[in-house]
């Protein structure tokens, strides 16, 4: 009896030790398992962490970037505007400053003028002091105009053009169209034209401007104002929004006067009117009479 309970006791022993095995081994591995997982939650949370950090960095960066963005945007705006006022201003002023020019170019064509009528004169009063008997008083040059129908040629455009420049345009308007008529064969006679055409203009009779303008490129072609009067012309089709005969007579302009100041100025009209200038230089042409 006693035999058999203790075989029975290390059945049951060896049973037991039997069964207690493999709950050891799937112990052991879950045991492992669980360091894996946290050793894999633990990188999880690292790499969280340095995401985390870098979109920070990068929000950061982003932020800065904006801001740098809208104070450029800002800055181009200002510039736009400042340019904008600056194109309205520089329209405003194109005119006055073309008449400034102008007058600076007239009073040295007056100048030249001056000295050859002051050689002229001399050398015919030499040549008819020697051509005369003694006693004899000096005649009258042929040709000349008499002093009672006009002033001189030099006071009368002086005069026209000191009242062209304070703005006394009646007046201005009468003493040009008296130089033409009495001295149409004068260096300053196509100065004396444009400068009645150019009073037209100011007074915003372009028709009557565009006709007078012809005059000049017409009856003067190799004159001083030859490229002014051109340019001018163009600008008054231009207000008369007659646009395809103005970009026309710009490209002709850059043609025929390629090396002039006004030329410059018909490129940044052009370029204002969105047309690309194909037009090559040559050598300036008089104009044909139709």
Do not use: C, W
Request: avoid cysteine; charged fraction near 20%; aromatic fraction near 6%.
């Amino acid at each position: 009896m006693k035999n058999i309970r203790f075989k029975l006791s290390l059945f049951v022993l060896a049973s037991l030790l039997l069964a207690s095995l493999p709950s050891f081994a799937v112990s052991k591995e879950i045991v492992q398992l669980q360091t894996q997982v946290q050793a894999l939650q633990d990188a999880m949370r690292q790499m969280q962490q340095a995401f985390d950090e870098r979109m920070g960095v990068m929000r950061n960066l982003v932020e800065g970037n904006t801001d740098k963005m809208n104070q450029i945007n800002a800055s181009l705006q200002e510039l736009q505007k400042s340019l904008n006022a600056q194109r309205n201003d520089a329209g405003a002023r194109n005119d006055q400053l073309s008449g400034q020019v102008q007058a600076l170019h007239d009073s040295v064509d007056e100048l030249k003028s001056r000295l050859n009528k002051i050689a002229n004169t001399l050398e015919a009063m030499q040549g008819a002091q020697s051509n005369l008997p003694s006693g004899a008083a000096p005649a009258t040059q042929p040709g000349q105009p008499g002093t009672q129908q006009a002033p001189p040629p030099d006071v009368l455009y002086n005069n026209a053009l000191r009242d062209y420049n304070a703005a006394q345009y009646d007046l201005a308007t009468q003493e040009f169209g008296d130089y033409i008529k009495f001295y149409p064969n004068t260096d300053l006679a196509g100065n004396a034209q444009f400068y009645l055409a150019d009073l037209e203009y100011r007074q915003n009779d372009f028709t009557s401007a565009v006709r007078d303008y012809d005059k000049v490129l017409e009856q003067y072609p190799g004159g001083n104002k030859a490229p002014a009067a051109q340019l001018k012309k163009a600008m008054a089709l231009q207000k008369l929004g007659r646009r395809a005969e103005a970009v026309k007579e710009y490209q002709s302009l850059l043609q025929r006067y390629p090396r002039a100041i006004e030329a410059d100025q018909a490129r940044a009209e052009l370029r204002d009117l969105g047309v690309t200038n194909s037009a090559r230089p040559s050598a300036a042409t008089p104009r044909r009479k139709p």
